[in-house]
């Protein structure tokens, strides 16, 4: 059975992108090495994507990463657009056994979202970012895979600690699965 997206999760995606270009744009921590940052903008992916699934959290990141690389460089660096959308894909996925909407994110929840995004930065920014660098564009591996290396890492301490963060305030505002009961009349 094919589920469709509903009107709340298309609307998130659009405003989910429009934070991300925000984010990416004016809340960034450069790290000393050229066109990369400790980008607030993955925290922010992180929490859309556990609440609103991976295919929301695909869209948002490619989405939102295409906006801002269009609007800060006039042109999108693809492979790392790309890659922001697997990226929102692996945090969805991580998603799926937190039940964040019901105010469910304790220590085991955290340890599992955060060894899923540890893996998915590892993966996306440390190995495939900087191989479709070198095959979209031709970049010398030196450079990229440093590159890669700093944003991977960046990426992991963003998202662990700001990510984690927005996500149990999130959390500590939803009222918890059986908590609310009904009144007798």
Known sequence: MKKELS?????????GAAVFVILGRFAIIPTGFPNTNLETSYPFLALMSVIYGPLAGALIGFIGHTLKDFTTYGSAWWSWVICSGLVGVIYGIAGRKIDLIHGQFGKKEIIHFNL??????????GIIAPI?????????AGKVFTQAAIASIANMVAVG?????????????????GSLTKEEE
Request: proline fraction near 4%; hydrophobic fraction near 55%.
């Open 7 to 15: 009107v709340k999760t298309i609307v998130a995606i659009g405003i």
């Open 161 to 177: 600690v700001i990510g984690t963060l927005l996500m149990k305030a999130y959390a500590a505002t939803r009222p918890q699965k």
């Open 132 to 140: 479709l660098d070198i095959v979209m564009f031709s970049e010398p």
């Open 116 to 125: 899923y995004q540890i893996v998915g930065n590892a993966l996306v920014w």
